[in-house]
């Protein structure tokens, strides 16, 4: 039913292709404004293709316009073309529509049932039956569409329910107005093995491929990677937190359902959040997706698997979490890669996942292409940002690691957001770190929002404070459990008011009557960091412990130097568990701090802190070699040992120029070390070099010596 007509801010919303504005929408636009001024017109202007074009500015105008006029020319049917996505969501929200044929071409298939009006053979004539139209229209706000022909679709109710859940989500996840176009770029390595013949745009040629030998490729929608030959209809779409796969998920899936509602040969789109798939029972995914879609059955699943016309859109594989307990079998088991082991190897679909989360699992996604968005350049910040110069100016100003941080949408779009309304609290910004950016970005949102809410109406019950510390408490327990949502019960007897608040604050969204998730995890990770950090001085080593494994869950830099300094804690428990953090975040940067506790009395200290620096790899290598010259036997022999199995048994090239100068130092126990690193080696350099040592002052180094020259055994 449409509202009452004063709550409705426009009259009339002008549906065109862009490229054919001229044609008919510019000029219908001016005339109707000088015949009635009065009129409340709504014309998009934004040149953009809808598969980049991520805000819901469109749908929210056609929720607020009495009725639409759609001008039909010959780029409507474009897929670049905004036209058939505004008349489903219209024809979704039963709103009156006017058809205005400005060229000799049939109006899209929604629009068949419908009386079009013929301007491009009398302009006059045909103006002159738009304007009764409009009057008529305007004055009965009962009015509504002509019926929709479901019948040729039997999905046509799930398309347009799915279409409103499509539309809303996107209502909450994107924080600005103005678009963020983001590219991504193929990653090979993140998937299965690719076909042995793949045919690339760049001669049309096909060849055998392997990881290391395909091209770079660029792509600048989801679409566009999702059609390309490489692809072929099976994604896997990585980023970074904030990156935005969900958005960059739904506007496709948006679009999906556009191209569905106009042609039932189209693929039938499901979407799905992964975090709803029960990984203890291992449910299979025609029984979990016939659960999450109201309208869709398993036999239907099953038909449209079948016959090739089922897509899925399946977001958010991270979030399932990282290894745990099998509650059946009381084995360990990872939920990401049991549910990659239960999807259809044939269908249509795109998987999305955080890429780090990912890369740990082990197990590659079956799919014909891996893509990964991009981090912004500095033109899309300054395009974005064009509007508000002073913004850019301070960004540009700044140093790096500011703007690095800023080439994240979400943090980008929120500092915009942020800036917009309380410009001090952002100007104060400019000199944090990437991880108190995202806390303080957040907490701006939340106090601006929350000061908002107190502003319109009754005092609310929570302070900010008291909000962000209550939802703080809920985002530990969920990464403790390594679960991406919630459910009420976590949080007491005041949950509903608590929950109300939150959804009011755009904090949180509603899964169910009973499950919620945070608004994005990067709020989570944000809520979560202060009470962690307070938690690192807590007398009990318990929560200590806890504590600095969580910490490495997060992967927030400003860690490194709380975990550092747990891998000096009494307790071996939080000792243990800051190597396993560290670990966990992978920075080079912590190499010396792993170094240092290779002498820790704990044997598995000492092991996980091994393994680690193993790990990280070569830029270890440098500290490691530092580490021959520690007066603690333990850590020079453990350095060698690492530097050797980083190097997998026989170093080479600089590394191995590196040990070899060691072979002239005055201490015995650094040649020793030097040559242990060394290995067996089967190169003439370091072999020449290793026969020097023969005659070495130190039995030791001697027989170590012979020992890697292969003289005994």
């Known amino acids: 039913m449409l509202p009452d007509a004063p709550q409705f801010k426009h009259d009339v919303f002008i549906s065109y292709a862009r490229r054919d504005a001229e044609i008919g929408a510019v000029r219908l636009e001016a005339a109707l404004k000088q015949r009635q001024p009065s009129l409340r017109l709504w014309r998009d202007e934004y040149g953009i293709n809808p598969t980049q074009y991520f805000t819901t500015e469109i749908e929210a105008a056609i929720e607020q316009s009495r009725c639409i006029i759609v001008c039909v020319t010959e780029d409507v049917k474009r897929e670049d073309s905004f036209v058939p996505l505004e008349i489903a969501y219209a024809r979704k929200l039963k709103k009156p529509i006017f058809v205005a044929r400005f060229a000799d071409v049939d109006p899209p298939l929604l629009l068949m049932n419908h009386t079009w009006i013929d301007f491009h053979k009398n302009w006059d004539t045909a103006f002159d039956q738009v304007v009764p139209w409009l009057n008529r229209t305007l004055s009965d706000v009962s009015t509504t569409a002509a019926a ?185 088991y990872d939920p990401r890669e049991r549910f990659l082991g239960v999807l259809p190897a044939n269908v249509k679909l795109i998987l999305s996942s955080r890429a780090e989360e990912y890369r740990r699992i082990g197990e590659k996604a079956r799919a014909n292409c891996a893509v990964s968005l991009e981090p912004l350049n500095d033109g899309q910040i300054q395009a974005f940002l064009e509007d508000v110069p002073e913004l850019w100016n301070i960004v540009a100003s700044e140093d790096r690691a500011f703007k690095d941080a800023l080439r994240n949408p979400l943090l980008l779009a929120l500092f915009r957001k942020g800036y917009e309304r309380t410009p001090e609290a952002v100007r104060a910004l400019r000199k944090l770190s990437a991880g108190e950016l995202n806390e303080r970005i957040f907490d701006v949102v939340i106090e601006e929002r929350w000061a908002y809410e107190q502003a319109r109406s009754q005092p609310l019950r929570y302070t900010a404070t008291e909000l ?184 080479t090239g600089w590394i191995a120029d590196a040990i070899i100068t060691l072979f002239d130092h005055q201490d015995a126990y650094v040649r020793l070390c030097a040559v242990r690193a060394l290995g067996k080696p089967e190169e003439s350099q370091p072999r020449l070099a290793l026969t020097r040592l023969l005659d070495d002052p130190s039995a030791s180094v001697r027989l170590r010596a012979a020992h890697a020259l292969g003289l005994i055994g």
Not at 203 to 218: C, E, F, G, K, W
Not at 234 to 240: A, D, K, N, P, Q
Not at 484 to 509: K, P, W, Y
Not at 615 to 638: C, K, M, Q, T
């Open 148 to 332: 929709v022909d479901s019948e040729s679709d039997p999905y046509h109710s799930y398309l347009e329910l799915l279409l409103t859940d499509i539309v809303e989500n996107l209502r909450i996840s994107v924080l600005s107005p103005e678009p963020i176009p983001l590219r991504m770029k193929n990653s090979p390595a993140d998937v299965r093995a690719p076909r042995k013949f793949v045919i690339y745009p760049i001669n049309d040629q096909p060849y055998r491929a392997s990881h290391s030998d395909l091209p770079s490729v660029t792509y600048d929608s989801l679409k566009e990677a999702f059609e390309s030959a490489s692809c072929s209809g099976r994604v896997l779409l990585l980023g970074e937190p904030g990156a935005g796969k969900t958005t960059s998920l739904l506007a496709f899936a948006r679009s999906a359902v556009v191209a569905r509602l106009n042609d039932a040969n189209q693929p039938l789109p499901i979407f799905a959040r992964i975090a709803t798939w029960n990984a203890d029972q291992n449910i299979k995914i025609a029984d979990w997706l016939s659960s999450e879609n109201e309208g869709i059955t398993n036999d239907q699943l099953g038909e449209l698997e079948s016959s090739n016309k089922l897509l899925l859109l399946l977001d958010g594989l991270d979030e399932l979490g990282e290894r745990r307990i099998d509650p059946q079998s009381r084995e360990p």
């Open 468 to 651: 962000k510390q209550r939802l703080g408490e809920i985002a530990i327990a969920m990464l403790d459990t390594y679960n991406s949502t919630f459910d009420s019960s976590l949080l007491g007897s005041d949950a509903e008011e608590i929950l109300a608040l939150a959804i009011r604050l755009n904090l949180v969204q509603s899964i169910n009557e009973t499950t919620f998730r945070f608004l994005h995890l990067r709020l989570r990770d944000a809520l979560v960091f202060p009470i962690l950090m307070a938690s690192m001085s807590n007398r009990a080593f318990g929560v200590r412990a806890k504590a600095t494994i969580l910490l490495g869950r997060i992967g927030d830099q400003r860690s490194l130097k709380l975990l550092s300094d747990a891998l000096k804690d009494l307790a071996p428990e939080v000792r243990s568990s800051a190597v396993s953090a560290l670990r966990s975040i992978r920075n080079s940067e912590i190499a010396e701090s792993l170094i240092s506790v290779l002498n820790d009395p704990e044997g598995q200290v000492r092991e996980l802190a091994a393994d680690a620096l193993v790990e990280i790899g070569e830029p270890a290598i440098s500290p490691l070699i530092a580490g021959f010259h520690h007066p603690d036997w333990n850590v020079r022999s453990y350095a060698a040992d690492i530097v050797k199995e980083i190097c997998e048994g026989e170093p």
